[in-house]
């Protein structure tokens, strides 16, 4: 397994600007040999699925779309009366507006795209990583465990194969390995290290 690294561009300029660090690790993006875009497809946004914040927080989101060149993207954010964005360092929400910062790639040349980003604690807000992504149509499930053992959980897949794990605390990519069950009973560990 490849990992390759972000490419930060629109999408650090936008979390620099929310309080946002950039993501901590990607696996399964796009073969570098393509020319690739994350520029998205308007209209092939969903948003889903979603999941509760560990300290009770805002709701956690995805936001699955299509881009230009045919990528499949996800990009994580909170939900706000129905609205995708984000919470700044004053602890303000900000609607995000659908442009090319998403995670991409190619679920056909691999079967999941994950990342993890990491948000520093604030004032009056404690420290979240959130491990998400994007399964392809051959992935039965997800298991996101901690090497020392004090997690295990199994987030489940959204409609367009979008998934979300918000976890309280600040904690390196490396101490979560994904695994991914595909259909034939097969797994891929992904080390995130």
């Known amino acids: 397994m490849r990992l390759t690294p972000v490419k930060l561009g629109a999408a650090a300029l936008a979390a620099g600007a929310l309080g946002v660090s950039a993501a901590s690790a990607v696996v399964g993006a796009l073969p570098t040999s393509t020319p690739q875009s994350s520029v998205p497809v308007v209209g092939s946004e969903s948003i889903g ?9 805002l709701d956690w989101a995805l ?6 060149s045919g990528a499949s993207c ?10 995708f964005g984000q919470i700044d360092a004053r602890n303000a929400f900000h609607v995000l507006p659908l442009d090319a910062s998403g995670t991409c790639g190619d679920l056909t040349a691999d079967p999941t795209i994950l990342a993890v980003n990491v948000y520093p ?6 420290a979240r990583t959130v491990v998400f992504g994007r399964a392809g149509p051959d992935v039965a499930g997800a298991l996101v465990r ?3 053992g004090s997690l295990q959980a199994r987030p489940a897949i959204g409609a367009a194969g979008g998934f979300v794990l918000p976890l309280a605390g600040m904690i390196a990519a490396s101490e979560l390995p994904v695994t991914i069950t595909l259909d034939d009973g097969r797994n891929r560990v992904y080390d995130l290290s």
Do not use: F, H, N, Q
């Open 49 to 57: 699925p979603i999941a509760p914040d560990p300290e009770g927080d």
């Open 63 to 68: 936001r699955v779309y299509t881009s230009t």
């Open 74 to 83: 996800v990009e994580v954010g909170r939900l706000s009366g129905g609205r």
């Open 121 to 126: 604690a604030r004032r009056d807000r404690e």
């Open 146 to 148: 901690r090497r020392d």
